[in-house]
């Protein structure tokens, strides 16, 4: 099945754009709906991948599909998306402050909801991204996950949803008080938040890990 994208402003762009680089997917299995008119015909001119006519074809069309709208319509966009034809699909939110339990409400038990946390260097290829799997997302879908996130940047998986929130306030505040905008517009605050966990998880554990080994 093909990998499918629910809005494709800036950061589905920028994910589609990574994705091909890396070979993840070829244009042909990457299917693309946003309700702006003519945005998915511009996206298959420019990189070669299948403009859905509606979010009906969209779904049909995918296993696994990539919700990049903004957040003030996901409620709407939600709203039209029946249960049945979410039923034994995964969604992966990158919408800002969304949690699982509205996808849940939405659109039922059949679902399986992943949301992330991408920022934005990520539309120059120098992203980071947070990542909170449930445990009803199954492995096969987990590293599907990640290698596109990867695409375009450096992944955290996060052991908690709240942890997303976390990273998001106050710590962020704090960084942004310390770090210039890149070129005037470009938020590093999340990068390096998501970098430090990063470096916690593969090297500060694997230490600790390993002196625990070598104690007598």
Avoid: H, W
């Avoid at 702006?36 to 070669?48: T, V």
């Avoid at 998501?194 to 554990?205: E, G």
């Amino acid at each position: 099945m093909a990998l499918g994208f629910l809005g494709a402003g800036n950061m589905g762009e920028a994910m589609i754009r990574g994705l091909l680089s890396a070979k993840l997917r070829s244009p042909e299995q990457v299917v693309v709906y946003d309700a702006a008119p003519g945005r998915g015909e511009e996206l298959r001119r420019r990189f070669g991948v299948v403009a859905a006519r509606s979010v009906g074809d969209l779904l049909r069309a995918c296993d696994t599909v990539v919700v990049a709208v903004k957040p003030q319509v996901l409620p709407s966009v939600l709203s039209g998306i029946s249960r049945d034809a979410a039923r034994g699909k995964t969604f992966v939110s990158i919408v800002a402050g969304a949690k699982i339990a509205l996808f849940e409400k939405a659109l039922g038990e059949g679902a399986r909801i992943v949301r992330t946390m991408p920022n934005t260097p990520a539309q120059i290829g120098m992203g980071s991204t947070g990542i909170y799997f449930p445990p009803v997302v199954d492995a096969a879908t987990r590293q599907e996950v990640l290698a596109l996130f990867s695409s375009f940047g450096t992944v955290a998986e996060m052991p908690r949803e709240e942890l997303l929130d976390a990273v998001t306030e106050p710590v962020l505040s704090r960084l942004r008080r310390k770090l210039p905008l890149f070129a005037g517009s470009i938020d590093f605050a999340p990068m390096v938040a998501v970098l430090v966990i990063v470096f916690l998880q593969r090297f500060v554990v694997r230490t600790l890990f390993d002196l625990a080994l070598r104690m007598p």
